[in-house]
Nanobody, 121 residues
Framework: QVQLVESGGRLVQAGGSLRLSCAASGRTFSYYAMGWFRQAPGKAREFIAEIRWSGGSTYYANSVKGRFTITGDNSKNTIYLQMNSLTPEDTAVYYC??????????????WGQGTQVTVSS
């Protein structure tokens, strides 16, 4: 059974930093992309960042470029999202996703349950 388990979400003050983790298990993810999405109350789920195990390429949404960094540890099947200079607009439930090849906006093969990030002003 494939599982993506996120952790690291919590309440943080504006300007602060946070690191999210997503541990994947249940299969080999060698040719998969993994990444992060978020969904704020009343808004659609949006893509944040992606890393492709094959080659290590990374991709970011413009809204987080320069503030967020996605990394991965192949040996642990785990990805991380380092978030700096957080603002209240970053408040959302953050979801981990995995899909063969690359991530789609919504139709990814595997999703985590989400972790809440709240940024206070």
């Amino acid at each position: 059974q494939v599982q993506l388990v996120e952790s690291g979400g919590r309440l943080v003050q504006a300007g602060g930093s946070l690191r999210l983790s997503c541990a994947a298990s249940g299969r080999t993810f060698s040719y998969y992309a993994m990444g992060w999405f978020r969904q704020a109350p009343g808004k659609a789920r949006e893509f944040i960042a992606e890393i492709r195990w094959s080659g290590g390429s990374t991709y970011y949404a413009n809204s987080v470029k320069g503030r967020f960094t996605i990394t991965g540890d192949n040996s642990k099947n785990t990805i991380y999202l380092q978030m700096n200079s957080l603002t209240p607009e970053d408040t959302a439930v953050y979801y981990c996703a995995a899909n063969r090849g690359f991530l789609h906006t919504s139709e990814n093969e595997y999703w985590g349950q989400g972790t809440q990030v709240t940024v206070s002003s």
